[in-house]
Nanobody, 112 residues
Framework: QVQLVESGGGLVQAGGSLRLSCAAS????????VGWYRQAPGKQRELVAS???????NYADSVRGRFTISKDNAKNTVYLQMNSLKPEDTAVYYC??????WGQGTRVTVSS
């Protein structure tokens, strides 16, 4: 059974940092791309950061230079380090394995 479990969300002041984690079971991040997405209230889900199986990364323009995606293959976990957070980063953040498997999301709220 495939399962992706996000954690690490919460409430933080603007300028602060959070690290999100996505722990996987039933699949391996060694063999497929992984992405972090977010969905703000009233908005469409958008790709924030992604990493291929060979560790090539890509970022949305809105987060480039502030967010970093990484993974630990031994722990089968992917991370999203978020620095210099802004109120517009407020959203539910999801990790996805390819486009087939999704986690349940973790909420990030950035106060001004």
């Amino acid at each position: 059974q495939v399962q992706l479990v996000e954690s690490g969300g919460g409430l933080v002041q603007a300028g602060g940092s959070l690290r999100l984690s996505c722990a996987a079971s039933g699949i391996s991040f060694r063999f497929n791309s992984v992405g972090w997405y977010r969905q703000a209230p009233g908005k469409q889900r958008e790709l924030v950061a992604s990493m291929t199986s060979v560790d090539t990364t890509n970022y949305a323009d809105s987060v480039r230079g502030r967010f970093t995606i990484s993974k630990d293959n031994a722990k089968n976990t992917v991370y999203l380090q978020m620095n210099s957070l802004k109120p517009e980063d407020t959203a539910v953040y999801y990790c996805a394995y390819g486009v087939r498997y999704w986690g349940q999301g973790t909420r990030v709220t950035v106060s001004s």
